[in-house]
């Protein structure tokens, strides 16, 4: 049955009007229809058959549509809402794979507060598959949906938004185990925990996106980015997300691939997140970050917290606790680092360089090194050969290096300090001796 708002009635009666009055009408406005679907699969497949462009599909409330075979695509513009409505792909072993919905050329899909469970595909997209038209998903959670290829549950190329939806448990074949975005997207006050991939544990960013406001918890990859990975040529904007315990091989909850791939973190909390490179996050190319936040974070071999290997900008950043295998417990830097106003406390290494590792260039202003340990050289800073830290206005105070090979800095290349203060470090303050102009003891 459709049944159409109010509105469009009168609509048409004020049109009425004005030409009986002799004074012409407006325009008809275009009238919406809304479709409302029994719980059952056939109404499902003809009511998405028959819509024309503008139609909303009401789902029947606390009902399971439970397929068997692959819906129709969606070939018009088209709503679909739910109320605690559930689209699901049979568990039953002898159901094929599929999408659960597909957005066809000429089509585009907007779906509100509906759940997606067990979609399966052998290519991209378990639950969704919009590579034809642009998708929007407000609220609803996507569960346990598999692809062979990208997108364990949506698979973007014509433009994504997603607002207040929950993915969980969902996994690819290789890149993106919840989201892959292949066309510009924007994700919104969203949570993903326990999505997996190959690459990618929860989104691939492979074109632009803008991510606020959402809570990554367990995701994982093989390789990169245990949460999210920014591809070649592409960049992603994170607002005020929080990252907890992601894993992967590089990044352990973001990761950027190339040179060309740019990253700009602001108010980002990051917290026991792991990696064998970069604990909290691994960059390639250029990156920003802003009142971010790393605690706890661990990596195997380099950067407990945060690994540069471009051009990075950080600051009014806290990295705390944060610890690594070989060098750099908060911060390795194998680029061109500039940072402010940044904070390096409780960082530990088992080998150089607890607060900042630099194997680049650093300037560094307005920063604290405080109660950082490396076992062997360098508690607060580790310079190497042919890399040059400038420190301006900073501290580096009570930070350890058991072995003895300064506790404070240890230079194997040129350090220059302005207005800063190195004190109070064991067992020394520099090392070698006078290798760092105006510290001693």
């Given at each position: 049955m459709r049944v159409t708002f109010m509105k469009t009635a009168l609509a048409a009666a004020a049109a009425s009007g004005l030409v009986a009055a002799g004074l012409g009408a407006e325009p008809a406005l275009a009238s919406v229809i809304t479709v409302n679907v029994p719980c059952s699969?056939?109404?499902?497949?003809?009511?998405?058959?028959?819509?024309?462009?503008?139609?909303?599909?009401?789902?029947?409330?606390?009902?399971?549509?439970?397929?068997?075979?692959?819906?129709?695509?969606?070939?018009?513009?088209?709503?679909?809402?739910?109320?605690?409505?559930?689209?699901?792909?049979?568990?039953?072993?002898?159901?094929?794979?599929?999408?659960?919905?597909?957005?066809?050329?000429?089509?585009?899909?907007?779906?509100?507060?509906?759940?997606?469970?067990?979609?399966?595909?052998?290519?991209?997209?378990?639950?969704?598959?919009?590579?034809?038209?642009p998708l929007s998903v407000t609220g609803g959670t996507f569960t346990g949906n598999h692809a062979a290829d990208d997108g364990?549950?949506?698979?973007?190329?014509?433009?994504?938004?997603?607002?207040?939806a929950t993915f969980t448990g969902n996994s690819a074949g290789t890149y993106s185990g919840a989201i892959e975005i292949d066309y510009g997207g924007t994700v919104t006050g969203s949570t993903f925990t326990g999505n997996t991939g190959e690459y990618a544990g929860a989104i691939d960013v492979d074109s632009t996106a803008t991510i606020s406001t959402s809570t990554f918890t367990s995701n994982s990859s093989t390789y990169y980015g245990g949460a999210i990975e920014v591809y070649s040529s592409s960049s992603l904007t994170?607002?005020?997300?929080?990252?907890?315990?992601?894993s992967a091989e590089y990044g352990g909850a973001i990761e950027t691939d190339y040179s060309s791939s740019d990253l700009t973190d602001n108010n980002g909390y990051f917290k026991q997140n792991t990696a064998e490179y970069g604990g909290g996050l691994y960059s390639a190319g250029d990156m920003t970050?802003?009142?971010?936040?790393?605690?706890?974070?661990?990596?195997?071999?380099?950067?407990?917290?945060?690994?540069?290997?471009?051009?990075?900008?950080?600051?009014?950043?806290t990295f705390k606790g944060?610890?690594?295998?070989?060098?750099?417990?908060?911060?390795?830097?194998?680029?061109?680092?500039?940072?402010?106003?940044?904070?390096?406390?409780?960082?530990?290494?088992?080998?150089?360089?607890?607060?900042?590792?630099?194997?680049?260039?650093?300037?560094?202003?307005?920063?604290?090194?405080?109660q950082n340990t490396a076992s062997y050289g360098g508690g607060g800073v580790y310079n190497?050969?042919?890399?040059?830290?400038?420190?301006?206005?900073?501290?580096?105070?009570?930070?350890?290096?058991?072995?003895g090979f300064g506790g404070g800095i240890y230079n194997r290349a040129t350090v220059n300090l302005a207005n800063t203060t190195v004190r109070f470090n064991t067992a020394n303050n520099c090392s070698p001796a006078a290798s760092v102009t105006g510290c001693t003891g």
């Open positions: 699969v056939g109404a499902l497949s003809t009511a998405i058959t028959n819509a024309v462009n503008g139609d909303v599909l009401q789902l029947a409330r606390n009902c399971t549509y439970t397929l068997t075979s692959a819906l129709p695509d969606v070939g018009v513009d088209l709503a679909i809402q739910g109320t605690r409505s559930t689209i699901e792909r049979s568990y039953d072993g002898s159901t094929p794979d599929f999408s659960l919905l597909d957005v066809a050329s000429g089509g585009s899909l907007a779906v509100t507060n509906v759940n997606f469970t067990n979609g399966d595909t052998t290519t991209d997209g378990g639950a969704i598959y919009a590579y034809d038209g364990g549950a949506i698979y973007s190329d014509d433009g994504v938004t997603v607002s207040g994170a607002n005020k997300d929080s990252f907890y315990k992601n970050l802003n009142k971010s936040t790393f605690v706890y974070n661990q990596g195997t071999y380099y950067a407990g917290g945060v690994y540069n290997n471009d051009a990075g900008t950080v600051t009014d950043a944060n610890a690594v295998g070989d060098y750099g417990g908060g911060l390795y830097n194998g680029g061109d680092l500039t940072m402010t106003g940044s904070s390096f406390t409780g960082n530990t290494t088992e080998e150089y360089g607890g607060g900042l590792y630099n194997d680049g260039s650093a300037t560094v202003g307005g920063s604290s090194f405080q190497y050969t042919s890399s040059t830290v400038n420190l301006n206005g900073s501290q580096v105070e009570y930070n350890h290096a058991p072995a």
